[in-house]
T-cell receptor, first 114, second 108 residues
C-alpha cells in the first residue's frame, strides 16, 4: 500500500514551458487535493476534487489547471510556467470531504522555474 | 473556516512532554480541530483531530477546552524525531487551511 505517490520528485523548467505534475492514491479515496508550499510558509490550496468528475478552485488557482483522470489520479498542469510558481507541490487525498475527514499527503514535487 | 493562532516556535527537552497551544476563538459548532506536523522537506503527517472531547492516539493527546476556543497538543515523551513544524487547523468540510504553525525543537 503506497498511499499517495507523486511524480516527478524534482523538476527544473524555463519560463514559459509547460508541465504536468502527477498524483495517484491507492486508498480508494474519493477526494484529492493539490497544495503548494513556499519557503517558510504553510501550505496553500490550489485546487481540489471532492469526487471523480468534479474539481474546484482553492486559495491560489491562477496559472494552474487540474484533471481528475479517474478515482485514483489527480494531475496538476502548469500551461506557461513562471518564476513565481517555484515551490514545493503536495498532493493529498481523503476518503471524502465531509466532516472530520483526514487528509493524507504525498512526498512532494520540488519545482524550480528559471 | 476559523482562524488559528500558534506561537511561532517552542523548545522541549528530549523525554519530556511537549505541550503545543492553539487558539481558535472563532470556531463554530461543526468545526473540527486538526493537528498535522511536517518534518523537514516531507509531506505533512496527520497526528490527531477532535470535535469536543479530548482525544488520544498512539502519537499524541488533544485537549480541547470546554468552550472550544483553544486546544493543546501533547506529545507525552518527545524525542529528537519529533522536531518539526506543527500545524493546528480548524475546518468544517473539505479543504484544510494551513497557517504558519509552531516550529518545535526537541533538544538532547
Amino acid at each position: 500500500n503506497a498511499g499517495v505517490t507523486q511524480t516527478p520528485k524534482f523538476q527544473v523548467l524555463k519560463t514559459g514551458q509547460s508541465m504536468t505534475l502527477q498524483c495517484a492514491q491507492d486508498m480508494n479515496h474519493n477526494s484529492m487535493y493539490w497544495y503548494r508550499q513556499d519557503p517558510g510558509m504553510g501550505l496553500r490550496l490550489i485546487y481540489y476534487s471532492a469526487s471523480e468528475g468534479t474539481t474546484d478552485k482553492g486559495e491560489v488557482p491562477n496559472g494552474y489547471n487540474v484533471s481528475r483522470l479517474n478515482k485514483r489520479e489527480f494531475s496538476l498542469r502548469l500551461e506557461s510556467a513562471a518564476p513565481s510558481q517555484t515551490s514545493v507541490y503536495f498532493c493529498a487525498s481523503s476518503a471524502q470531504t465531509g466532516f472530520g475527514e483526514t487528509q493524507y499527503f504525498g512526498p512532494g514535487t520540488r519545482l524550480l522555474v528559471l | 473556516d476559523a482562524k488559528t493562532t500558534q506561537p511561532p516556535s517552542m523548545d522541549c527537552a528530549e523525554g519530556r512532554a511537549a505541550n503545543l497551544p492553539c487558539n481558535h476563538s472563532t470556531i463554530s459548532g461543526n468545526e473540527y480541530v486538526y493537528w498535522y506536523r511536517q518534518i523537514h522537506s516531507q509531506g505533512p503527517q496527520y497526528i490527531i483531530h477532535g470535535l469536543k472531547n479530548n482525544e488520544t492516539n498512539e502519537m499524541a493527546s488533544l485537549i480541547i477546552t470546554e468552550d472550544r476556543k483553544s486546544s493543546t497538543l501533547i506529545l507525552p515523551h518527545a524525542t529528537l524525531r519529533d522536531t518539526a513544524v506543527y500545524y493546528c487547523i480548524v475546518r468544517a468540510r473539505g479543504k484544510l487551511i494551513f497557517g504558519q504553525g509552531t516550529t518545535l525543537q526537541v533538544k538532547p
